[in-house]
């Protein structure tokens, strides 16, 4: 409850500023099929530009607590490491293998909740390829939970003159890489592999409905 109501609080409160800073435009494979509106439990994935990316999220599914898995440095400064337990901040020890964070992920999506979760794991490097290798996290709750993987694309333009852009992919089901015949490790692979190879599909194809409007 009291989430909810600091989710409520922040959101209503940084609804003029976020617009001012981040000017989100948002776009969708196909609206008819998945909107800003997600209902249930699901995971919504996205690529990795900015620790920005959680805020601007926050006010593009304005209608849903959304509970973010956030790497361990950000919860050791001490205000924003509290502000972000308030918010429902997931922590992840990188450098550790204690999986906690993991059942509580599996607990919010048994409740209907809404998670979100950057797969890349870090931000990328200059020069390195992007989005990063996909860790298989959000696939391996994905087939654990039976929810949907709701593929997000932002192109982190933040704070600057062009507007921040975010397009919404079609959902991505768990049951159609859930195969018998298989491991559940090579299931797991399979939704990873399919749930980047979207992401990339949605950059291209933000990229091309950019290009089509400026011509």
Avoid at 52 to 78: H, I, N, P, Q, S
Avoid at 119 to 133: N, T
Avoid at 174 to 183: I, M, Q, V
């Amino acid at each position: 409850m009291l989430i909810r109501f600091v989710n409520a609080f922040v959101k209503i409160t940084g609804l003029i500023p976020q617009f001012l800073c981040f000017r989100t435009k948002v776009c969708y494979e196909d609206k008819a099929v998945q909107s800003r509106r997600v209902k249930g439990g699901a995971i919504i994935v996205s690529n990795h530009t900015s620790v920005f990316d959680y805020a601007v999220y926050l006010f593009v599914f304005f209608g849903r607590t959304l509970r973010t898995v956030m790497a361990e440095v950000l919860f050791k400064k001490k205000v924003l490491g509290v502000f972000l337990k308030l918010m429902g901040g997931i922590r992840v020890d990188r450098d550790s293998n204690e999986y906690g964070f993991m059942s509580k992920c599996e607990k919010i999506l048994q409740n209907k909740g809404l998670l979100c979760v950057f797969p890349e794991g870090r931000l990328p490097k200059p020069g390195e390829e992007k989005p990063l290798p996909f860790k298989p996290g959000a696939a391996f709750l994905s087939l654990a939970e039976n929810v949907p993987v709701i593929p997000v694309y932002t192109n982190g333009s933040y704070f600057n003159k062009k507007r921040a852009r975010v397009i919404i992919g079609t959902p991505i089901y768990p049951a159609e890489y859930s195969d018998k015949n298989r491991s559940d490790k090579e299931n797991t692979e399979a939704l990873n592999t399919a749930i980047r190879e979207k992401m990339l599909y949605l950059e291209k194809l933000l990229e091309e409905r950019q290009k089509g409007k400026e011509s």
